[in-house]
């Protein structure tokens, strides 16, 4: 099968690791970029190393029969209605997380998706990086036995030093501190527990600092989710902090724990446990894009959409699940009360 044709819609700082990220798959070219934005095509091709074609309408984007993926590279309210009208108009998507902020616009992008039969993933990138790859592996080899309870944390304080902190602040963009942010470690908890979540309680709060009391949203949140075979856990999303960039990980088994890239496993004779044995690999330590694990996952999608199969770690399925329980966390908040992820239908 030829390469697949990738076309960006919005062109900012995400939109630009996107770009460079697809130099380094095979399969899978971008070959165009909209935006409302006058650009010159002739100084993007200098700027980017490759030719792009310019558009100016997102819908004269769709109408072209050599896009083949639709990237949406977007701010956060408008990547629903994008996603539904490029699945319509028979693309694959690539779809920035969230995809969305409100709960019945993802469900009808997942509606869309089913209707046109399109392949379709949430950049969830982190479950291909090489700490939460190593994670899996300790995982799969069972050396923490059986999980019953976890935490994975996410520290990341976004003010006015950071790029998205100006439209970040606004409810009706950002969302939530776990939709804006804390989905990241939302998901990997799900992927570490490999059970249905059945219940979520959410507590929110804010810095009294001034730079994050211009959030139009409370700024952290504690999740704590029961699973369907007794399992606890909990998620925070801390996005009104000063401190280093901090993926939080402690997972505990019935044969031995996990924290961040330490262990203990008494199933490997010779360990104590008075002391973590370190598992060396490049953490998550960065929220900077461009650090981010995008080009395993960029090849995963081109690998399975070509041969039409779904995608490891993170289609849309996957990913979706992961909003619910988000979704169902955020309502919890509200309500002040446990939510069941059966009243998120």
Not at 104 to 124: E, L, T, Y
Not at 187 to 211: A, G, I, P, R
Not at 238 to 258: A, E, T
Not at 269 to 298: C, N
């Amino acid at each position: 099968m030829a390469d697949l044709n990738v076309g960006i819609v919005g062109l900012g700082w995400v939109a630009g690791a996107h770009i460079e990220t697809f130099k380094n798959v095979t399969g899978a070219n971008v070959t165009a970029v909209c935006s409302r934005r006058k650009l010159d095509p002739a100084a993007l091709q200098a700027e980017h190393g490759t030719p792009l074609k310019v558009y100016n309408s997102y819908a004269k984007m769709l109408a072209d029969p050599d896009i083949h993926v639709i990237d949406i590279c977007t701010p956060h309210p408008r990547h629903p209605r994008q996603a539904i009208d490029a699945a319509k108009a028979g693309k694959h998507l690539i779809i920035e997380k969230p995809i969305g902020i409100d709960w019945p616009q993802v469900k009808q992008v997942r509606q869309a998706i089913n209707r046109a039969d399109v392949c379709a993933m949430v950049c969830f990138e982190c479950r291909f990086s090489a700490h939460f790859t190593m994670i899996n592996s300790v995982l799969k080899r069972g050396l923490l036995g059986d999980l019953h309870y976890a935490e994975v944390d996410y520290y990341h304080g976004i003010g006015p030093w950071y790029g998205q902190y100006d439209w970040n602040i606004k409810r009706n963009m950002g969302g939530s501190s776990l939709l804006t942010a804390g989905c990241h470690a939302l998901d990997s908890l799900l992927m570490f527990m490999n059970d249905k979540v059945v219940e979520v309680s959410s507590y929110q709060s804010q810095s009294t600092d001034k730079t994050f009391q211009k959030y139009e949203y409370k700024t952290t949140s504690v999740t704590i989710l029961r699973f369907a075979a007794g399992q606890t856990a909990k998620v925070t999303s801390c996005v009104d902090c000063y401190q280093p960039y901090y993926f939080h990980i402690h997972l505990v088994g019935s044969d031995g724990s996990l924290l961040d890239n330490r262990f203990f496993s008494k199933k490997l004779p010779g360990m104590t446990k008075d002391r973590w044995s370190t598992l060396e690999t490049a953490t998550i330590d960065s929220g900077d894009v461009s650090d981010h694990p995008y080009q395993p996952q960029f090849q995963a999608f081109a690998d399975a959409t070509k041969s039409k199969k779904p995608m490891p770690l993170t289609d849309f399925d996957i990913a979706y699940e992961s909003h619910r329980v988000a979704f169902a966390a955020d309502l919890a908040a509200k309500t002040n009360k446990p939510v069941k992820l059966s009243q998120m239908k």
